[in-house]
């Protein structure tokens, strides 16, 4: 009885045990299946496929492989990458003006530099009475304008040798002596251009940057195509970003198809494709723009040497003109360049731009007396029509009118 009690004991114990044990499996099987395994939690869901992205046009896509191309490259972003807004409507002839317009429009242009020292000039000739210290004055008003110092000795010593002491007190005799010495420096003994002397006509512009070149060409071939003649323009300033685009919208305007390259391909090249084009197509002229800044002078001075050979072995005697391009506004500069243009090139024309915004005009008096080269153009104005031939008689009248001077000063 005792063995049996005991053997039932342990029975009872077993089943509780194994019941014990059944739940707690139960459970955790539970808790395992109601949470997310490891590698689920691991998983990333797949991401849903994006849209086709918008293929750009192919302008857009040049213009934006343009702007990466002068970031990688370092080059500052400034207006001179910008495309330029020229003035007067799209493809807009100039407008012819009669003499009287032209005068007056040449009279405004010059109102600047009749305020400088044409003006001060005005002014002490104009005293009711001249002492004998009025030639240390004049001295001091001539140096210290800017047509230079030597082109400034010259006049000073020519009045002083040429006016007796009598004529020296008269504020009129020397007024008018000092109009007629300007009048001769400004004569130039050289041939009038002639367009038609040759076909096509080649004409290449110099300078350096800034000074209106690319916009001087522009509105020489709105003056030319509005008189008839068959333009193309070379676009060879293949260094500065901006300056085959500028001449594009000037060429646009004025109905000139433009010869362009790629961007730092040799500007000769680039001439020498246009030259041959306008014999092909039987155009009249060829107005060719160049660099205007390289590394150094003498980088400048040998390409543009390149082109003028290049030139004349596209077309023999070409150019036929080679004219320089100068900013007023930069004074007596502007003489110093000339100097060191001539000194590489043989310069026949002097293009003087943006007479209408300084009072240092008087620097077209040492450019023709320092170089010996005439003046063919001056700018006095935004508009085409406001480049106009140089004119030195109508010129000097402007400059040294005695009313307005008054006025002036």
């Known amino acids: 009885m005792g063995i049996e009690l005991v053997y039932a004991l342990a029975a009872v114990f077993g089943i509780a045990l194994f019941v014990g044990l059944v739940r707690r499996s139960a459970k955790k099987t539970l808790r395992e299946s109601s ?9 990333k869901p797949e991401p849903e496929p994006r849209p086709p992205r918008e293929q750009a046009p192919d302008d857009v896509r040049v213009e934006h492989k343009r702007n990466d191309q002068a970031r990688g490259s370092g080059e500052a972003a400034d207006t001179s990458q910008r495309r330029p807004e020229p003035d007067g409507e799209p493809g807009a002839e100039p407008e012819p003006q009669d003499d009287d317009a032209a005068a007056e429009a ?9 305020g400088g020292f044409v003006a001060k000039l005005g ?13 240390d004055e004049l001295e001091e008003v001539l140096l210290t304008a800017d047509i230079g110092p030597r082109t400034a000795e010259k006049l000073f010593q020519a009045i002083k040798g040429k006016l007796s002491k009598a004529e020296l007190s008269d504020g009129e005799a020397i007024w008018n002596e000092v109009r007629a010495l300007s009048a001769d420096i400004l004569a130039v003994d050289a041939p009038p251009v002639d367009v038609n002397r040759a076909k096509p006509f080649v004409v290449l512009t110099i300078g350096v940057n800034g000074v209106g070149k690319t916009t001087t060409i522009g509105k020489l071939a709105s003056l030319h195509t509005a008189a008839g003649k068959r333009v193309l323009l070379a676009a060879g300033d293949t260094f500065r970003a901006a300056a085959s685009e500028q001449l594009e919208i000037w060429g646009q305007r004025a109905g000139a198809p433009v010869v362009r390259g790629k961007q730092d391909q040799d500007p000769s090249s680039v001439i020498f494709e246009a030259i041959q084009r306008a014999q ?30 290049v030139c004349n072995k596209a077309l023999d ?65 935004e508009q085409v029509a406001d480049l106009r031939e140089f004119d030195p008689g109508a010129f000097i009248h402007a400059l040294y009118s005695l009313e307005e001077t008054v006025a002036a000063a």
């Open 106 to 114: 040449l009279m405004q242009g010059l109102s600047r530099t009749r």
């Open 35 to 43: 949470r997310p395994s490891t590698r689920a939690l691991a998983a």
């Open 123 to 135: 002014k002490l000739f104009g005293r009711k009475q001249i002492d004998e210290n009025i030639l």
């Open 280 to 309: 092909k197509e039987d155009f009249d002229i060829v107005i060719a723009d160049t660099a205007g800044r390289l590394h150094t002078k003498v980088d400048l001075m040998e390409e543009l040497k390149k082109v003028r050979r």
């Open 317 to 381: 005697g070409s150019p036929h003109e080679t004219w320089l391009v100068v900013d007023a506004t930069t004074g007596q500069n502007a003489i110093a360049q000339a100097q060191m243009f001539q000194e590489a090139m043989d310069i026949t024309g002097i293009v003087l731009t943006k007479l209408d915004g300084t009072a240092k005009g008087g620097v077209i008096l040492g450019i023709c007396d320092e170089l010996g080269v005439p003046v063919r153009y001056i700018g006095v104005g």
